[in-house]
């Protein structure tokens, strides 16, 4: 197998940004299951719960890219779901 140190710093960006993401995920869940997610409290809260989960997702891409470069991951082609009526 081949890795590099690239390979490492970019698993840890990863983990960082996943770790962030799960803290406002607790915190929103939290505020959920005590009844004080109030609308106003859900419009403060999610767009910093959409930009986490984005940053997570970069990460994640840049990672899988780079383990596709060294030959560690077969590309795959990301299904895109469609909302019916």
């Known amino acids: 197998m081949k890795f590099c140190a690239e390979c490492q710093t970019l698993l840890e960006g990863v983990v960082v940004a996943l770790r962030q993401h799960e803290t406002l995920m607790h915190i929103g869940i939290s505020l959920n299951l005590d009844g004080h997610l109030t609308d106003q409290v859900r419009e403060e809260v999610a767009p910093c719960l959409v930009k986490s ?33």
């Open 53 to 85: 989960f984005n940053v997570a997702q970069v990460a994640w891409d840049g990672y899988c890219e780079h383990l596709i470069a060294h030959g560690l991951l077969i590309p795959v082609r990301k299904a895109v779901a469609v909302e019916t009526d």
